[in-house]
Each structure stands twice: as C-alpha cells, then as structure tokens.
C-alpha cells in the first residue's frame, strides 16, 4: 500500500527519501516520486519501481534538505507518471503526497471544477491539493490552517505531507485512518515523516505517533502537534522496538525466505516469559486486567483479513476445544457493514500483522461503538490497531517484510494457543493437561527446526510442479484453515490459481476437477481425521489425481498411494497447524522463485491495506 517519507533537516533529503521509498517498497506499490524544495519546487514522480526513480535522479539531483516522498499503490486512476505522487497545486508553490481514499472526491473536484480549478489526474489526491489552494485563497489563511480546514470538508481517510516553496523550513502532516510517524533527532535537528517505522528506524528509534485528527508542523528547531479545534497537544516520544539488521536480508535472497526460516526464533520470542511448564503458568501480561471479561464470555467473535483470518480460524477449533466458549471467525470487511448482533458477554478480538488493516480496524471501532470489549493481536507495536483496541497481546515476531505472511501466521496461532489454554486453565483444563500442554509448546521451536530442514526435498519437487495452472489444499479439523493458508500462499506470490477446502467438502464440487494436471495437496496427519482424510485421498487417486500429503515422520502408509509425501515431525493436534504450514510456505516460495516471480513483492498486492 501507499508509502510516505518526508525530511527536514541538514541532510540531502533526497537521498534520505530515496533509502526511506525503498525501505517502503515491501508494503506492495506501482509508482513513485519525491518533492524537493530548493528555492522552488522540485517534482519528479514515476511508474515502476524506486530504483527507476533513483536512476532518473542520478542524472539531475534535486538538491534541497526539505522534501517529501511517496509510493502509490493504485486506487483511483491507472498506474502512470501523471497520477503519481506528490500532486502540486496551479501555482506550483506546494506539494503533497496522501495515502487512503478521499470518498467524496467527485463532488470535491465537481464544486473546484466549477470554481475554475483544472484538473490533470485522475486521483482522488488531486482534489484536496485544489480543496487546500481554494480555501487558502479565499479566506487568506496560512498553508497550515487552509489545510486544517480543507481536512475538514474530507470524507474518507487520509495521512497527508505537504511542503511549501513559500516556507522552505516546513513540513506539514496530518493523518486521520492512515498511520504516520515522525521520527525525531532534535539533536541534529532533524525529523522524519513516514507511514511506516521501518522507513525510521535507520535514523532514529524515537518517534512520535501521530493519532487520527492530529496535525503536525515540523521544523528545523522542532515540532508541534494539533487536533482538529487547533489545540496544541503534548505528545510523548515512544521508543523504538525493531532495529535496522531485522528489516535487512541479511544475506537470504528473500524477506519471505528469511522469515520462513526465522520461525524457531519468533516462536520462541513469543513465547519468551510468557509460559513455563515446571510453573505449570501462562501470563499474557496484555490481558491480565480483561482476563475475567475474556474466561467469563458468552461468545467471541474474531475478526481479521487474509492470513490473519486464517489464523483466527484455528483459534476458533482452539479456543472452542479447549475453553468451550462459542467463537465465531468473521472477515473484518465483512462485519463492520452488517450491523453484527452484539450482545453484553461477547468479546471481539481482533488479529493483525500490521494493526493498521482499515477493514479490521473499523471492525474495532464498530465493536467499540457497540460497547463490546475489544482485544488485539498485533505484530506491530504502536501500531493504530494495537493502540485503540482495550488490551491484546503482541506477536513479538519481529518485523514481518515479506508480502506474503509467514512468521506472523505461526505466531498468531500461537498466541491464539496460549489465550485458549489460560481461558481453560483452571476450567475446563487440569493442571495436569495445561502442564502437558505447556511442554508441547516449550518443544515447539525444536520442532519448527526440524521441519525446516525439508526446503531442500520441496525445491526439488516444486521443479515438478512449477508449471501447474491449478492447485487444490485439502486439511480438516485444526488443519482446514492450514489448507487456505497454503492454498493463499501460492497464489499470492505464484500467481497459480489455488483453492483450500475442507478436505470432505472436496466430494461436493472441487472433485468435479481432478485430473493429471491438478495437484491435491493433502494435510493427513495422525490424528482424530486421519482415517476419513485417508478416504479423502484414495477418492482423488481413484480419478488419476496427482496427490502430495503431509503426514507424520514415522507414517508410510501413505508411501504407495501419494506421489510425494512430507514428513513433519509428529506433535499434539493442537499445535500441528503451525508445523504443517512450513512445508507450503516452502513450496510456495520456491515454485514463485522458480516461475521468476517477485517473491516479496507480488503484483496488486500490499502488506498493509489501509484502505477499504
Ligand atoms: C494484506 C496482506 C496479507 C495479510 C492481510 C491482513 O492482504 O497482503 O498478507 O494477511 O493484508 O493483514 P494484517 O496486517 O491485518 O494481518
């Protein structure tokens, strides 16, 4: 999704924004583009990627130590040169970039159409950068307070930057539903604006959140905050988590490789001081004071997008089997439109890499308009999500670069393992299962290990499968979100078309398009659906179906009827979702690397969808 970068300082701004757009470019993006002041305004913005930018820049630096950057990810208008940011008013005196949609910029531009403004792209940005011009030249106002103003006349959401030729020591932000930070270095009299920390971290680990309806003036000798009514708000100075080595590559060809790999480590890191089995405990320090609320409810309604979602669905097999509390897993773009029924007992807890999702985060604040308690998972400290929800628990995964979610995935069903077991701990669990449980989850990174010694088995085969149009993901149980989970992967970075179903449900449609050419991945380990997953497989053999099934190391029973299997190592049904996600994972990113596609940066897709 869209990406912002702004500087001020005694630096070259463009080499800043430059380094700070490539550190953004994971987030997904089609054009970028800087804004320099340097006496005057100085524009260049493109299609395609940053380093096409920065070769453009190499023959004419635009030199200047105040400036802003952006990369856009389309929403209104094609990927082109003219709608890239930053977007300049008439009078060519100032520059703004914007991430989020303006929902009522048809009526805007209709009224600024009527009142002589032209128009030359086809973005929604367009329309606040003319908005922001008519009210300053009609009421005589400072670029500051016209844009305070014009903020007000916008419907939908914004995180905006703005620099002005006529005050070259200035740099305006403003956000309302689409994150910004500003970094700050006082001591060098410096400050960065960015949608995202990792564009930061590199300068200074002290930042500031901004919060919806905040605006900011920044300058060399400091900065200051404002809410809508222009009341100057203090605003405390947060430190950073991540540091500049863990959004590196650090010598992997990939982020998502990288992140696949780190498992062990985030598993652990999760669950560092969280659990012990010889204390037989399990503290999640973020729920302590909602605990009762959460052990005492009626019913749980999680809401989330993507792999999130996915992940909200194994909490839904956990937290039913293990605190026997009803839960219901709901996509966030789904709820917050249908008036959900919301009764005084239910809880809505809400999963999110980034925290800043728009669809899940509206899905907070209808639960809160509703009065229902609300919780979070988050990966992002500080992020929009993690700071409105009423308490939650952090990933602790590190930051997660890769488009396509890997590490976050498996630290959120452990997360969702540790609520459902202190939910029954003391209920509807003995001690003694929670003590059994507790170790399972302390062998788990061991585990993870030894499953990530398959990479080299499932590169070989993906040689074999890199040419399929067509995959199906078969699991049940715990492993039916695990099968949308793989069947995600692939498409999202391969682009092979995938479908995850139950794996029963297959007989009520998929099987109409088993053939030689479609793979059937089959997630069959031993446990409580074995037996029916084994019928499930012979039925797709039976019509000449190519099947792959994960199953547990010592199992060969499935040796003369599968052409491949992957052996995991066996592990309680509880916790095997995040032992037979690695091996997709694994196959995806190898069939995407081989059919040469952009790993971590797939086509159309962004990592952080801040707009609906
Ligand atoms: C985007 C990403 C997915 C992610 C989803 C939810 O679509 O491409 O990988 O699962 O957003 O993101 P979140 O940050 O809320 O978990």
């Known amino acids: 999704m869209c990406g912002i970068v702004g500087y001020i300082g005694p630096k070259n701004a463009q080499e800043i924004i430059i380094n700070g757009l490539k550190r953004l470019e994971y987030r997904g993006y089609d054009s970028a583009g800087v804004a320099i002041l340097n ?3 100085q524009v260049r913005k493109q299609k395609g990627k940053v380093n096409e930018l920065a070769d453009t820049l190499k023959h004419k630096t635009l030199n200047g130590q105040v400036g802003i950057g952006h990369t856009r990810w389309a929403t209104h208008g094609f990927p082109n040169d003219t709608n890239a940011h930053p977007h300049v008013n008439a009078a060519d005196d100032f520059a703004l970039v914007h991430n989020g949609i303006i929902e009522n910029y048809q009526a805007l531009r209709a009224r600024l159409q009527g009142r002589g403004y032209e128009f030359k792209t086809q973005t929604d940005t367009e329309a606040l950068v003319h908005l922001i011009d008519d009210v300053r030249k009609s009421t005589g106002l400072s670029l500051e307070k016209a ?11 914004y995180g905006i930057a703005v620099v002005s030729a006529n005050d070259p020591d200035m740099l305006i932000a403003a956000r309302k539903g689409s994150p910004l930070i500003l970094g700050v270095r006082e001591e ?29 003036v920044v300058r060399r000798d400091g900065f200051e905050v404002k809410n809508i009514d222009d009341v100057t708000l203090q605003k405390e100075i947060h430190e950073l988590e991540w540091d500049l080595e863990q959004i590196e590559k650090e010598g992997y060809p990939h982020f998502m490789l990288k992140e696949i790999v780190e498992q062990p480590e985030s598993l652990a890191n999760c669950m560092r001081g969280r659990i012990s089995s010889e204390d037989n405990a399990i503290v999640l320090g973020g729920l302590i004071d909602v605990l009762d609320e959460l052990r005492n409810a009626n019913r749980i309604i999680i809401c989330a997008c993507g792999t999130s979602w996915h992940a909200g669905l194994v909490g839904e097999y956990l937290i039913e089997e293990f605190a026997r509390i009803p839960v219901e897993v709901e996509y966030a773009s789904e709820f917050r439109y249908r008036d959900p029924i919301l009764n005084k007992g239910d809880v809505v807890l809400v999963i999110s890499q980034s925290g800043e999702t728009a669809d899940t985060l509206a899905a907070v604040r209808e639960a809160k308009r509703k009065d229902i308690p609300v919780y979070g998972i988050c990966n992002v400290v500080g992020s929009t999500i993690a700071r409105e929800t009423d308490a939650g628990v952090y990933l602790h995964a590190g930051p997660e670069i890769g488009v396509a979610s890997t590490k976050a995935f498996t630290a959120q069903v452990l997360v969702l393992t540790m609520i459902a077991l202190k939910m029954a701990e003391g ?24 499953v990530l010694k398959l990479n080299d088995q499932i590169r070989e085969m993906s040689e074999v499968f890199r040419y399929a149009t067509n995959f199906l993901y078969l699991g049940r149980g715990y492993n039916f ?33 088993i053939d030689r050419q479609m793979p059937v991945i089959f997630i069959a380990l031993k446990d409580r659906t074995y037996g029916k997953v084994v019928t499930n497989i012979e039925e797709v053999v039976a019509r000449h179906g190519v099947v792959i099934a994960i199953t547990d190391s010592d199992n060969d029973e499935l040796d003369d009827l ?11 049904e509880f916790l095997s979702p995040i032992l ?33």
Not at 486 to 507: R, V
Not at 587 to 609: E, F, M, T, W
């Open 188 to 216: 060098e009299n410096e400050y960065f604006i960015s949608s995202d920390a990792s564009a930061v971290v590199e300068h200074t680990r002290r930042v500031v959140y901004l919060n919806d309806g905040e605006l900011i």
């Open 481 to 513: 979100p695990v099968a949308l989970e793989g069947a995600l992967k692939l498409k999202e970075i391969s682009y092979i078309h995938a479908e995850g179903y139950p794996a029963a449900e297959m007989k009520h449609g998929p099987i109409a398009l």
């Open 580 to 612: 037979a996600v690695l091996p997709l994972q694994f196959l995806a990113y190898h069939i995407a690397v081989l059919r040469g596609c952009d790993v971590d940066q797939p086509r159309n897709l962004a990592k952080s969808v801040t707009v609906e």
């Open 39 to 41: 006496g005057t305004l």
């Open 562 to 572: 599968c052409e491949y299997v992957i052996r995991i190592p066996a592990i309680s």
């Open 427 to 450: 209920r509807t669990m003995s001690n003694e299962e929670l003590r059994e449980n507790l170790r399972a989850l302390e062998e788990l990174p061991e585990k993870v290990q030894e």
């Open 147 to 157: 844009i305070s103003q014009a903020l007000t006349q916008v419907v939908g959401t």
